[in-house]
C-alpha cells in the first residue's frame, strides 16, 4: 500500500525541539516536503528535499531552526525542529508525488505553548 504516515508531533516549550519522522510504504522515498496548517489558514510549505540533492529549502520562518534529512534505511523523513516558537503550532503533514499523484500523511500535531 502506497501511503505516507507521520508521527512524532506533540507539545513543546517554547526554545524545545521535537522530531518528525514521515514513513513510506509502497515506493521509495526521494523527494518529499512538509506542510503545515492551521485553522482558517492555507496550507504553508515548510521544508522540502530531492533524493538528488541532500540540500533542503526552508521557508524563511523556520530556516536556522528547523532541519529536513532522509533517512535512506528506514525509507522516512525528518524533521528536526529546534528553538520552537508559538508561531510553530500547527498540524503538520508530510508529501510526496508519487505515479503522478499528490500523496498526503494523516497530519501530525504540533503545540508550542509555555
Known amino acids: 500500500q502506497v501511503q505516507l504516515v507521520e508521527s512524532g508531533g506533540g507539545l513543546a516549550q517554547p526554545g524545545g525541539s521535537l522530531r518528525l519522522s514521515c514513513a513510506a510504504s509502497g515506493f521509495y522515498l526521494m523527494d518529499m516536503s512538509w506542510y503545515r496548517q492551521t485553522p482558517g489558514k492555507e496550507r504553508e510549505l515548510v521544508a522540502s528535499?530531492?533524493?538528488?540533492?541532500?540540500?533542503?529549502n526552508y521557508t524563511d520562518s523556520v530556516k536556522g531552526r528547523f532541519t529536513l534529512s532522509i533517512d535512506v534505511a528506514k525509507n522516512a523523513a525528518n524533521l528536526q525542529m529546534d528553538n520552537l516558537k508559538p508561531q510553530d503550532t500547527a498540524m503538520y503533514y508530510c508529501y510526496a508525488r508519487v505515479s503522478d499523484r499528490d500523496l498526503w500523511g494523516q497530519g501530525t500535531q504540533v503545540a508550542v505553548s509555555p
Open positions: 528535499i530531492s533524493g538528488w540533492d541532500p540540500k533542503a
